[in-house]
């Protein structure tokens, strides 16, 4: 009995102990780094990555990013509380009131996104860089403009970033260090102005096939933005070398979506219209197609009332949160086609579809105006309580405002539906920086080229019986004149706080429910979330 | 480190092979004979088995307690019989036999996890639960069987007596943060079983490894503790068949004080006013709710083959329409012993089949069923449903009626093991098991839906859904026993693997033609060639993940009255970093039987009296799957060489270094029982520390990509007292009572939540709902507990009735003007006190359970009264704070403790009257009649629903605007064995 026994229980055992101790894991339905980049696709969709990520921070598409502080913090755009709706732990009431603190969503987040983008541009330089380009059908030149289009994609990242929190860290390898130092905004400044040009001319001339790339149009008007703004950024200011990217832009350099050289759409609609991939005013933009990559500039988030889609006939609704300041909205004038077209006032109709009779032919409220029609007004106040006088930050209801509808998206049955590209840079946008560098360089003065530039530009919002009281002249186009010409056009960019800080407005001027605030807040403080695991950041002047 | 464990395993190997040169031998002897009697009644109990010590000789007594066997010249005989004490007589001596009722469990068997033990010579914390002290009426989950009856197990329903829930489990409170939170459920020897294949009256007892020195033996699976559950089985003797049966009904515990039509006309204003007056909240009931349940079993068979077989039905329906049940499936086990007892072989086979109704019995809809305007129609003119216009506004009603969505859901498992005991007392086996859970989800929204005229023009929408999930497992033991005159050894070594996969698809498309088909044919949907249309979409994923560890365990005593058990495991999971896969996983414990001490034998206070000590070290791999790969993510769609292709970049920071959390748990245990064990107890004082707290920590952006890195850095530390006392205050002749109490006490600290490199700044819990975003409700932050509400300090209301909160320095300020800085600490939503009381009243043939169960020490945050009862929730309806307390208050909502109430509650859980029925008849060997209430009534200050939520998770004690009905469930059943 024993000895078969043994050889029995012995069998037994090595069965469960011989067997397997491989602990690998199959990752079935996710990738990982070392199957990937195995041929041009692969190599292209790490390259786009950074791009499809600039529509959560550069674009408003819900997010809370340099878009939404950028715009909130500024004197045309506000995200009141609107009764119940839109407190949001406070924080737009603290962006319109400038009082950030280091430990603010308003702070962590923008720089989070950012950096995250930027991360992305390392990742991606590290990866190609290592790559055999040859082994996967691609070339060498492809390697070298492939990088150098990252590289100067990076560096728009700490563009941005150096515009909203001055002096920061600069990191170009993924990891390295562990704990990168603050960098003073001047270093960050030349880091960021070598990087362009150092890669601006291998990258490729912006065509319709690069639309929502960064060319080489893209790489100077980055310099345009940097130029102009040198002297707030650096103390140095750099007026000849903006006017001269301008210059290059517009004379066809950079390449353009239309033709030779980049032109001014002839009207105010075109640039955001869901056909403007290939608008000839466009240098560099987020591409978007919803109908063929399932991907939208979502804007709806931000701006749609709760029951906006049924004006448009579209699928979505929104949040009903970011409306027009009312000094804003008064800053136009009424024969301005921009207050005509990319604003909404007034009562809202339902898109003909959607109309089941005559008398359902107006958008209902669901709040305040609950199965009221929905009329949008100016102000910011509980008018249905009766309330008068200037509102405030607290006071708004459903219909508070006027909004947003500088993009449109079309109707679900166009074949184009929400295919709208974003705008990061116009051309419009350079004859005005052309103009501004001219006129500063100038004493401030205008000069007749920066009128005309200005004019080129304005003119277009004016039917003809309009224009000839509205054209600047040399008199009448002055700094502030300017800056409000500025904020009508690009309304709704993303610009404004940039442009209040250069004009040297955005902490000391007053605007509807916003005092004059301290210098400090020219600049955002570093996260607190950062500063607690990062030694070598040092907070911004004011923020300790 | 395959090297360790092929070492690990050779030592093992060898030290087997050592035990099986070992063996025994013993010779014949004379004829013994006698009788056996009750010590209490002096009545004769047929049925003892009276055995030759370490012998396999043995008989019974017959019905009048008499045996005869033949046994050795110095043999000892031993007495046992369950519910008595056994007793040791020598052979020579035996005649007139007494035996003495035992305390309760002393002499139980209890499973510890590949194997069993005596209660007596436990040095663990282990609790175990037989069926008979089972909370009696129908169990929705099998974890009901045991709410309340566990010093530290915690089992809520935070969906209430929905078919649909489940139950959430968890032992000695919080050990993680990110990894699983819930103990290890093994049924009958399988990690990781699956609750859906018991029925309550398949279940034999719940074993509950509480400790680290008990649950180290299941390894990286031990941190949350081990609930080992085994199920009824064959066994010899006359053919059994038992029937159970009962009939359950729901009904309402408290109603919501939602506004009457004229009541929300005052607040909301007469321009509201559409006409009607409905009460949608009672529309969505199934007031006539009913539920039963059958189960039939048939076991037999003989000493060498013998089987048990049970099959179910059970038709389960809440108190919410559309809001149903049905299972029926079936257990079978069989045992056969062969090779001259030498091997055995037992096999388990268990089904469920369910189809579930998801559609009703959502808290959204409850949510809707309040916030309606009372006034508004239910129907227009045309007898279509009328929708209000309000903000996130549905009509809860139309979508019942307007949607379906059911699932159909296979589960199965099948288990067999074969122990081979090629000499006395060593044992071994192999045990394969394979368990998979199938479904299939479907879901239809009609034309007229909604949910389809907004979202998908008016064409309907389809989905289909499948998962299948398999986990494989095989595991062999080798386990010997020696006794040498006093000293007892037992040694236990094994290995174990497991493998699971989960896979899934789903797919929907909408653009419907028709309601005909319903997702029957799902292409029929023109979304799949109309770009204009919302884009149907697919998805499909697979998973995997590997266990595999080597164990053994060494058990001394010393006449059975010190004892000592150590535990190794070493184990690898696939889940880990290159660098960290595998653990070691130890422990140690001891017993001292204070009571048998010669110097204990004056003292007669005591019948028991145990000391227990454990120290265990346990781990979690309760993670996602592939966390430690450096995998790349998708990013949406972007324009390539005029195609617009998907972008793939990084989505995590590597982490090449990802381990286990590791829990040390030290324990100190005292069994004790007194009076002729008419009172008896435990108390066991607790101490444990996750270490390597698994989190997503904020990592340095720059130079990482993402500003968190999942990694290993915190420490939790947890620490308790838990006590246990049994007593019989009341034992005549007719009449006895039992009464149990259990109670314990749990504290938990974030002791730190950082190292060199990650600095974790406070994390954030419990969302607060849209509208307002108020952030949210709880924080956590090193030094500090988990479950803190943080928030601000309600200062009191101004004359126009705005807020007032605290600011930093103590000043007041309204809403707007308050910020982050201003936040403190405000309460906690993890109770933590637990108890419960356990009566059964005894007399004649009647039964009476009066069973109590309590939570203190907490708070709870109001959401309902938070924004249904403000003012500003208009032209919603509103419940009636807004009448009473927050009369004053005219400003939109805030988050403050002003919202915040204490939640201590006493609950009248389980009132069940049984008549058991003595029938002087060969076919009906018994007949037990009864009926049982739960949730009977509650004693709280709390103003909400039911101060018991959710209270095993990071975001406990926050009350939400969309609930399930709280009921009292009313039972009638019936037992019959024949």
């Known amino acids: 009995m024993k000895k078969s026994n043994i050889i029995l229980g012995a069998a037994f055992m090595a069965l469960g102990l011989g067997a397997c101790t491989k602990l690998d894991e199959k990752p079935y339905s996710e990738i990982t780094v070392d199957n990937f980049y195995r041929n041009r696709e692969e190599v292209m969709s790490a390259v786009l990555r950074p791009f499809t990520h600039a529509n959560a921070w550069a674009a408003p598409t819900g997010q809370l990013g340099y878009w939404r502080v950028s715009e909130l913090s500024a004197d045309q755009l506000a995200w009141p509380q609107k009764g119940r709706h839109g407190y949001d732990g406070g924080n737009w009431i603290r962006l319109h009131n400038h009082q950030w603190i280091a430990n603010d969503d308003n702070v962590w987040n923008p720089w989070n996104l950012m950096f995250w983008g930027m991360g992305f541009c390392n990742a991606t330089i590290r990866d190609l860089s290592s790559l055999d380009f040859t082994k996967i059908g691609m070339t060498e030149a492809d390697k070298t403009s492939i990088i150098a289009e990252t590289k100067v994609l990076r560096a728009w990242h700490y563009l941005k970033l150096m515009d909203l929190y001055g002096n920061i860290p600069v990191v170009t390898q993924v990891g390295v260090p562990e704990s990168p130092a603050t960098k003073p905004r001047k270093e960050v400044f030349e880091f960021i102005e070598k990087e362009i040009r150092d890669n601006a001319e291998q990258l490729q001339p912006l065509s319709p096939q690069l639309v929502g790339r960064v060319t080489k149009a893209g790489a100077y008007a980055m310099l345009v933005e940097l130029y102009l703004n040198a002297e707030e950024w650096t103390g140095t200011p750099r007026w000849d070398d903006c006017i001269t990217y301008c210059n290059k832009i517009i004379a066809g350099d950079g390449g353009s979506l239309a033709g030779s050289i980049p032109a001014l759409e002839p009207n105010i609609t075109n640039a955001f219209a869901n056909t403007n991939s290939n608008s000839p005013e466009g240098l560099f933009q987020i591409a978007y197609d919803f109908r063929s990559g399932n991907f939208r500039f979502g804007w709806n988030g931000d701006f749609w009332h709760y029951r906006q889609r049924q004006i448009y006939n579209a699928d979505r609704d929104g949040n009903n949160g970011i409306v027009v300041i009312p000094t804003a909205f008064d800053a136009f004038k009424d024969k301005d086609l921009r207050k005509q077209q990319w604003m909404l006032i007034g009562s809202m109709k339902k898109d003909p579809a959607l109309r089941t009779s005559e008398a359902d032919s107006l958008v209902l409220g669901t709040e305040e105006y609950s199965d009221k029609p929905l009329v949008f007004v100016k102000e910011i106040r509980r008018n249905s309580e009766g309330e008068t006088g200037e509102g405030g930050m607290t006071r708004g209801e459903e219909n508070s405002g006027a909004r947003f509808a500088k993009y449109l998206p079309g109707k679900t049955d166009d074949p184009n539906y929400w295919g709208n590209d974003f705008m990061l840079y116009r051309l419009t946008e350079i004859y005005y920086n052309k103009a501004e560098a001219l006129m500063r360089k100038n004493g401030k003065m205008a000069t007749q080229e920066a009128v005309d530039l200005i004019n080129t530009c304005k003119k277009r919002a004016f039917k003809a019986a309009d224009w000839t009281t509205e054209a600047y002249t040399t008199t009448t186009l002055t700094m502030d004149e300017l800056l409000a010409e500025r904020g009508r056009e690009f309304i709704f960019e993303g610009k404004r706080r940039e442009d209040m800080i250069r004009f040297g407005k955005f902490t000391t001027a007053t605007w509807w429910d916003h005092k004059p605030t301290a210098d400090k807040y020219k600049l955002f403080a570093i996260p607190f979330r950062q500063l607690s695991i990062n030694p070598n950041l040092k907070q911004n002047p004011g923020f300790e | ?272 006013n559409q006409g009607a007056n409905v009460n949608m909240y009672d529309l969505l009931l199934d007031k006539n709710n009913l539920s039963h349940y059958h189960n039939f079993a048939a076991s037999g068979g003989t000493a060498t083959t013998n089987y048990r077989a049970s099959v179910y039905y059970n038709d389960a329906n809440g108190i919410a329409l559309q809001n149903g049940r049905q299972q029926y499936g079936g257990r079978i086990n069989i045992n056969q012993t062969g090779l001259q007892g030498k091997l055995s072989l037992q096999l388990n086979l268990a089904t469920n089949l369910n189809k579930a109704n998801m559609n009703g019995g959502r808290g959204g809809d409850f949510e809707q069923a309040v916030q309606r305007n009372p006034t508004a129609p239910l129907y227009d003119a045309n007898g279509k449903f009328i929708e209000t216009n309000g903000f996130n506004n549905y009509n809860p009603l139309a979508r019942l009626m307007q949607e379906q969505n059911t699932r159909d859901q296979k589960t199965n498992s099948g288990d067999l093991r074969l122990t081979l005991e090629p000499i006395k007392d060593l044992k071994i086996s192999a045990f394969g098991a394979i368990v998979s859970d199938d479904y299939n989800d479907r879901e239809y929204r009609s034309k007229i839906s909604r949910s389809s005229i907004q979202d998908y023009q008016g064409g309907g929408y389809a989905r289909k859904a499948n998962y299948t999930g398999k986990d494989r497992t095989f595991e062999s033991t080798v386990d010997y026993t020696k006794r040498v005159s006093d000293h007892t050894f037992n040694i236990m070594g094994g290995y174990s693997y497991q493998y699971s996969t989960w896979e899934t698809y789903d797919m929907n498309n909408n653009g419907f033609l028709t309601d005909a088909f319903e997702d029957w044919n799902i292409n029929a949907g023109n979304a799949i060639n109309d770009p204009k249309l919302p884009r149907p979409s697919m998805n499909s994923r697979k998973e995997d993940n590997t266990l595999i560890a080597f164990f053994g365990r060494i058990n001394y005593n010393y006449q059975q009255k010190y004892m000592l058990q150590a535990i190794l495991r070493h184990e690898g999971s696939s889940r880990f970093g290159v660098n960290n896969k595998w653990g070691n996983f130890p422990a140690i414990s001891a017993g001292w039987v204070i009571s048998k001490e010669a110097f204990m034998q004056d003292i007669n206070i005591f019948n028991n009296l145990k000391l227990r000590a454990g120290y265990g070290v346990t781990g979690n791999q309760g993670i996602p799957n592939y966390k430690a790969l450096i995998t790349m993510g998708t990013g949406g769609a972007y324009l390539q060489n005029g195609k617009w292709i998907q972008t793939y970049g990084p989505n995590k920071n590597p982490n090449p270094n990802l381990k286990w959390e590791t829990k040390k748990e030290l324990n100190i ?310």
Not at chain 2, 183 to 210: C, E, H, M, T, Y
Not at chain 2, 214 to 221: K, Q
């Open chain 2, 669 to 978: 245990g005292l069994d004790w029982s007194i009076l002729n064990n008419r009172i008896g107890g435990a108390l066991d004082v607790y101490n444990r520390r996750t270490n390597d707290l698994l989190y997503a920590y904020s990592s340095q952006v720059p130079a990482n990509i993402v500003s968190t890195m999942y990694t290993n850095v915190g420490v939790l530390a947890n620490s308790g007292v838990e006590v246990v006392l049994n007593t019989v205050p009341v034992k005549l002749k007719d009449f006895t009572w039992n009464s149990d109490v259990t109670f314990n006490f749990q504290k938990n600290k974030v002791v730190s939540f950082s190292n060199e490199v990650y600095k974790t700044s406070p994390q954030y819990f419990g969302d607060l709902p849209s509208p307002g975003n108020l952030g949210q409700a709880i924080r956590v932050v090193e030094g500090g507990p988990l479950g803190s509400f943080y928030g601000y300090r309600f200062a009191g209301f101004n004359d126009a009735g705005q807020w007032l909160l605290y600011k930093k320095d103590g000043s007041k300020a309204l809403a707007s003007e308050v910020n982050e800085d201003d936040k403190a600490v405000i309460g906690t939503g993890i109770p933590k006190y637990m108890a419960s009381w356990s009566n059964t009243f005894r007399y004649k043939n009647w039964d009476l359970t009066v069973f109590f169960r309590g939570k203190f020490g907490f708070q709870i945050l109001n959401l309902q009264d938070m924004y249904f009862g403000n003012k500003k929730w208009a032209p919603n309806n509103m419940l009636d704070y807004v009448l009473g307390k927050n009369a004053k208050l005219n400003d939109n909502p805030a988050y403050s403790d002003y919202y915040l109430e204490k939640g201590d509650f006493v609950k009248l859980d389980n009132l069940t009257l049984g008549y058991n029925f003595q029938l002087k008849t060969k076919y009906i060997r018994n007949l037990r009649l009864y009926a049982a209430g739960r949730n009977i009534a509650t004693i709280t200050k709390y103003s909400g629903l039911d101060p018991e939520l959710q209270d095993t998770a990071l975001d406990s004690g926050i009350d939400s605007r969309g609930f399930y009905p709280r009921t009292r469930s009313y039972t009638i059943g019936l037992n019959i064995g024949f």
């Open chain 2, 1 to 272: 480190m395959h090297k360790r464990s092929t070492f690990w395993a050779q030592t093992c190997f060898a030290s087997m092979v050592l035990m099986l040169l070992s063996h025994f031998a013993f010779s014949q002897g004379k004829q013994v004979s006698g009788k056996v009697t009750d010590a209490e009644t002096k009545t004769p109990i047929p049925g003892v088995s009276v055995q030759v010590k370490n012998t396999s000789t043995g008989t019974i007594t017959k019905p009048d307690g008499s045996f005869s066997l033949t046994a050795p010249e110095n043999a000892v005989l031993v007495f046992s019989f369950i519910g008595f004490d056994s007793k040791e007589v020598p052979a020579n001596a035996a005649g007139n036999i007494v035996l003495k009722p035992s305390v309760k469990s002393l002499q139980d068997i209890v499973v510890i996890g590949y194997g069993t033990q005596k209660r007596n010579e436990v040095t663990t914390a282990v609790a175990t639960v037989k069926a008979e002290s089972f909370n009696q009426g129908g169990a929705r989950s099998p974890m009901d069987l045991v709410q309340g009856k566990v010093a530290g197990l915690v089992v809520t329903r935070p969906n209430g007596n929905n078919p649909n829930s489940s139950a959430s489990i968890q032992i000695r409170g919080l050990t993680s943060m990110d990894g699983d939170m819930q103990p290890l459920i093994v049924i009958d020897g399988i990690p990781g079983g699956n609750l859906d294949l018991l029925q309550q009256d398949d279940i034999a007892s719940f074993d509950v490894l509480k400790d680290g020195s008990a649950a180290a033996i299941y390894g990286t699976r031990g941190n949350n503790g081990v609930i080992l559950i085994t199920t009824k089985k064959g066994k010899a003797g006359e053919p059994e068949f038992n029937y159970s049966t009962y009939l359950q009904r729901e009904a309402v515990a408290k109603k919501p004080g939602i506004l009457s039509a004229a009541d929300y006309l005052k607040i909301a204003g007469e321009n509201n």
